[in-house]
Structure formats: C-alpha cells, structure tokens
T-cell receptor, first 114, second 118 residues
Framework: DQQVKQNSPSLSVQEGRISILNCDYTNSMFDYFLWYKKYPAEGPTFLIS?????DKNEDGRFTVFLNKSAKHLSLHIVPSQPGDSAVYFC?????????????FGQGTTLQVKP | EAGVAQSPRYKIIEKRQSVAFWCNPISGHATLYWYQQILGQGPKLLIQ????????DSQLPKDRFSAERLKGVDSTLKIQPAKLEDSAVYLC????????????????FGPGTRLTVT
C-alpha cells in the first residue's frame, strides 16, 4: 500500500530551465509535506516543506505547490543548476498520529545537464 | 553543529550472521528514527524513539530486528540473523520534535550504513 507515490523515476532537464517533480498521495489525513534531496553516499537533507493549510511555499529557487483536492504536490526548481542533480524524495506526515512519522515516496532522480 | 553520526558506513555479512549499527543523533534532539532504504525505494520507518522510549515500532520485524536507545542519546540497531532481503541502507535521523506537539520539524539524517547480505 503505497500512500505516497512519485510516478516518475527520473527526470532530465537543461541547465537554466525549470524542473518539475511530482508527488501524489492517498491518505487524506496527511497534513504536512516535505521534500528531501539526496546525493550518493549521503543521507537525505531537508529542502522545503508545506502545511496543508497553504497551497504554495517558496524558498529561493524552490517552490512547492499543494493541491489538496487532487492529493497532489509538486516541486519546482527555477532555474535548474547542475548541482541540483540528485534524488528527490517527497514525504508526508499523518497529523492524526502527531508523532512526526514520515511516509516517503520512491524518489525521482533529477539530472540537470550543463 | 555536528550532524547525525552513523557507523559503520559499509558492512558485508553472510546470511544468518548478526550485525549491529550505531547512531549518535544531534545533541539535544529528543526523537530518533531508524529507517530502512532498499534500492529504488524511499526510506521506510523501522522504529521511532522519543528520549529512551519507543513511540512506533509497528514496521520493525521483531523476530530478527532489535533496537535500543539507552540514556536517550545513542542508539543501536541489531539484526540477528540476517537474511538476503535485509540488504539495504540503514538511515538514522533525529529531530527536536516531541510527540503531541503540533509543530512539525524536519528530520536530520545521517549518512547511512550500507548493508550487503550474501
């Protein structure tokens, strides 16, 4: 039972263009969403988050959009840089449990070509 | 601020052998998590501690996996005996989050231990 899904295993974009990474979820009790970035041989690092009471959160080149009715969120990176090449994980927290437990998607590998 | 430390970084064992992983969280973080990440998948929570108490171990295979967090700081995760399907990266994370608090905190991950069971 995959409650958080990232249906695109990989994405390739040209430097300077926009990268859009997508994530779908099934559990309507999820109320907080996070994106993590992972380089090889390192642990995931927090990138950006959004609460379910918002539909957009922006931090520099990174913007996360949340569409609760569609149970869909996306991460936009503008402009994309070669250093953004990594695996990106979407994660969701079940607010009813109030434990901070995160459910992760399978990840999307982003390659930004110079 | 020092990050989450894990050791060893890599381990190769034969099936039916035992293995242990160690984690030192960020100083002052009450909550510690152990995740299993199988190749091509996202991290899956195995066990969550708040201080030295277990908050969630619903996905821990308790017949072979055990974990402890003595004194509410360092933690060890053990597998005994290991199976081929245990080959994965084991990630430790910590957070200042406490159960019952509405505010969410991100989790800080260590570099992981890559386990290969042959």
């Amino acid at each position: 039972d995959q409650q958080v899904k990232q249906n695109s295993p990989s994405l390739s974009v040209q430097e300077g263009r926009i990268s859009i990474l997508n994530c779908d979820y099934t559990n309507s009790m999820f109320d907080y969403f996070l994106w993590y970035k992972k380089y090889p041989a390192e642990g995931p690092t927090f990138l950006i988050s959004i609460s379910s009471i918002k539909d957009k959160n922006e931090d520099g080149r990174f913007t996360v959009f949340l569409n609760k009715s569609a149970k869909h969120l996306s991460l936009h990176i503008v402009p994309s840089q070669p250093g953004d090449s990594a695996v990106y994980f979407c994660a969701a927290e079940d607010g009813s449990s109030n434990t901070g437990k995160l459910i992760f998607g399978q990840g999307t590998t982003l390659q930004v070509k110079p | 601020e020092a990050g989450v430390a894990q050791s060893p970084r890599y381990k190769i064992i034969e099936k039916r052998q035992s293995v242990a992983f160690w984690c030192n969280p960020i100083s002052g973080h009450a909550t510690l998590y152990w995740y299993q990440q199988i190749l091509g998948q996202g991290p899956k929570l195995l066990i969550q501690f708040q201080n030295n108490g277990v908050v969630d171990d619903s996905q821990l295979p308790k017949d072979r996996f055990s974990a402890e967090r003595l004194k509410g700081v360092d933690s060890t995760l053990k597998i005994q005996p290991a199976k081929l399907e245990d080959s994965a990266v084991y990630l430790c994370a910590s957070s200042p989050r406490r159960k019952g608090h509405a505010l969410s905190y991100e989790q800080y991950f260590g570099p992981g231990t890559r386990l290969t069971v042959t």
